[in-house]
C-alpha cells in the first residue's frame, strides 16, 4: 500500500502551535500554547511536598475498545439474510450465530459459518460514543496499515487484507460498523457494511 493511500486515526491527536506575539521594540515572548489546556508556569505553584502519581493513564484504544462479540445462539441475522452474504462472499452459508445485546451493542454481532463450520463473515455494530466507535475503528483497521474507506453520508474508516481475510470498518458520530470477511478484497465486506447501514438506517 502506498503511503498517499494510509489514513489517520479517527480520534484526533493534540496539535500545537507556536505563536510569537511582538511589539515595535522587537519579539515579546513565545509561548506554546495547546488545544486542551493553557499552559501554567512552573513556578506559579510551587507544592510543598512531592505528590504521588495517581496511575498510569490508560491507553484510549485499549481502554476504549469493548471486548469483541461472541456467539451466543443460533441465527437468523435480524438485519442481514443469508442470501445477502451468499451474494456479496460468492460462497455457501450453512448455519446463522449471533451474540448478545447491550448497552453498547443493541444489535446482535451476527457471524455467518460455513460448512465446515468456521466464520465467513462477521457484522459487529458498536453504538456508544464518538471516541469510542473510532477506537474500535482504528483497533479493527489501523491507521498505519489500512487504506482509507468511506461511505455515503458522512461515514470514514478503513479497509485492509488480514490474516483471516479482509476488514472493512467505518464510523460515523458514535456508531461504528465493522465487516471482517475470510474474502481477501474486501469490496464484499464493503458492501455488506452499506447494506447493513441502509438496513438499519444508522
Known amino acids: 500500500m502506498s503511503p498517499a493511500g494510509r489514513r489517520r486515526p479517527i480520534t484526533p ?12 521594540a ?3 515572548v513565545a509561548a506554546v500554547v495547546g488545544c486542551s489546556h493553557p499552559t501554567i ?3 506559579a505553584l ?14 484510549v484504544e485499549g481502554s476504549l475498545v469493548p471486548p469483541a462479540p461472541r456467539p451466543v445462539a443460533e441465527g437468523p ?5 443469508t442470501g445477502s452474504v451468499q451474494a456479496a462472499n460468492g460462497e455457501r452459508v450453512a448455519s446463522v450465530r449471533v451474540s448478545r445485546t447491550g448497552t ?11 460448512a465446515n463450520g468456521t466464520v465467513q463473515l462477521r457484522t459487529w455494530i458498536v453504538v456508544a460514543t464518538p471516541k469510542t466507535a473510532g477506537a474500535v475503528v482504528d483497533s479493527a483497521a489501523p491507521p498505519g496499515t489500512s487504506d482509507l474507506a468511506e461511505l455515503p453520508g458522512g461515514w470514514s474508516g478503513g479497509s485492509q487484507p488480514t490474516a483471516e481475510g479482509a476488514v472493512f470498518a467505518v464510523a460515523r458520530q458514535g456508531t461504528a ?5 475470510n474474502q481477501r478484497q474486501t469490496i ?11 438496513t438499519l438506517r444508522l
Open 13 to 24: 491527536s493534540t496539535r500545537w502551535k507556536l505563536i510569537t506575539m511582538s511589539s515595535a
Open 26 to 28: 522587537g519579539p515579546l
Open 41 to 43: 508556569a512552573t513556578n
Open 46 to 59: 510551587e507544592p510543598s511536598h512531592t505528590m504521588a502519581p495517581t496511575g498510569t493513564p490508560p491507553t
Open 77 to 81: 441475522c435480524r438485519y442481514l439474510s
Open 104 to 114: 453498547d451493542q443493541p444489535y446482535p454481532a451476527c457471524f455467518f459459518l460455513t
Open 177 to 181: 460498523v465493522v465487516i471482517t470477511t
Open 188 to 198: 464484499s465486506a464493503r458492501q455488506i457494511a452499506q447494506q447493513v447501514i441502509t
